[in-house]
């Protein structure tokens, strides 16, 4: 079993991977900021560590002793209107371009194996309606270039002999508060996420990333797409969520909203494969699109329509 440096313990997917980890055997150390993130992940079974990732000598003696260091470091905007300014991101930048360099240097200093770095996979050209892979061209919008240095990072490291994965997450979701605010938004009738109808838009849930990091630790080097099976329209997709919370069918964004900076990146068509994975390491999502994601999401929200009421059938009884 692997010794394992985990940064973004407390995030979204990172919750979800430590205790995937933890339950196969690994022995876990997980970065968490505060006091009681630090006693939630120790709850879990990990063993916390306070460390600075801008710090390089407070990340190397985080990272010395371990054999794995997975690397889910994010500083995500808090709501959909912050994402569409360029200062919400800054911090995000900095862990991305600085944080994920300092910590694979420290990681190759010491004698790790294998770096594991979170990417972003919709940073692909538009594909109209074809089939996307690692391959596939990558334009990034001015607000995520730094997603090409973290991935920078990892192969810094994988040069030096060792194994360094990029895992270019598609656009998660789950029963968070991103969501609710998507589906509020479709409740008063605006379509959840701009581009054309007939615009595929790339998927995975959070349970399915987590996986997909856990099984990263047995692919080889290189870089690898992580989405659902089965990408889904704009259109298809703003359907979904509308039957997930009982409404009519939402109308389409303004199109001209696709030309304002993270828009302009959501309005792309891509229809993403995640072949390359499945066939390194056997992983497969649990579930295959958000055909089924979306309806189980807004029901852990509890936004999901109470069911009719059966209708009891009422007998006459003779005597």
Not at 70 to 91: D, G, K, Q, V, Y
Not at 117 to 130: K, L, N, R, T, V
Not at 248 to 254: C, D, S, T
Not at 271 to 277: D, E, G, M, V
């Amino acid at each position: 079993m692997d010794r394992i440096l985990l940064t973004g313990a407390s995030g979204v997917v990172g919750r979800r991977v430590l205790p995937l980890l933890v339950s196969s055997g690994h022995r876990v150390t997980a970065v968490g900021r505060t006091a009681e993130q630090q006693e939630l992940l120790r709850a879990v079974g990990a063993n916390p560590v306070s460390m600075d990732l801008l710090d390089p000598a407070s990340v190397r003696a985080a990272v010395d002793g371990h054999d794995v260091v997975i690397n889910l470091a994010t500083h995500m905007p808090s709501s959909m209107l912050r994402m569409l300014f360029r200062r919400s991101w800054r911090e995000n930048d900095r862990i991305r371009r600085e944080g994920s360099a300092i910590l694979a240097s420290a990681a190759a200093a010491t004698g790790a194996r294998r770096f594991v770095q979170e990417s972003f996979a919709p940073i692909h050209e538009d594909g109209g309606g074809d089939w996307i892979d690692e391959r596939w061209p990558v334009r990034t919008a001015l607000y995520n270039r730094t997603v090409l240095d973290a991935e920078a990072s990892a192969e810094r490291f994988r040069r030096d002999g060792a194994t360094g994965v990029v895992l270019r997450f598609a656009w998660f979701y789950g029963p968070d508060p991103m969501l609710r605010q998507i589906l509020a938004g479709v409740r008063r009738g605006w379509a959840p996420v701009p581009g054309t109808p007939e615009a595929y838009w790339p998927t995975i849930s959070h349970e399915d990333a987590a996986t997909a990091v856990v099984a990263a630790l047995e692919a080889p080097g290189g870089i690898y797409e992580v989405c659902d099976d089965e990408p889904v329209t704009r259109k298809e997709f703003g359907q979904v969520c509308a039957e997930a919370i009982g409404v009519g069918a939402p109308r389409p964004v303004p199109r001209w909203l696709g030309l304002i900076g993270v828009l302009e990146l959501m309005s792309r068509s891509l229809r993403l494969s995640n072949a390359k994975l499945r066939a390194a390491t056997g992983w497969a999502p649990r579930l295959r699109s958000v055909r089924e994601g979306i309806p189980e999401a807004a029901r852990q929200l509890g936004l999901a329509p109470a069911p009719a009421p059966s209708r009891a059938r009422v007998g006459v009884q003779g005597g």
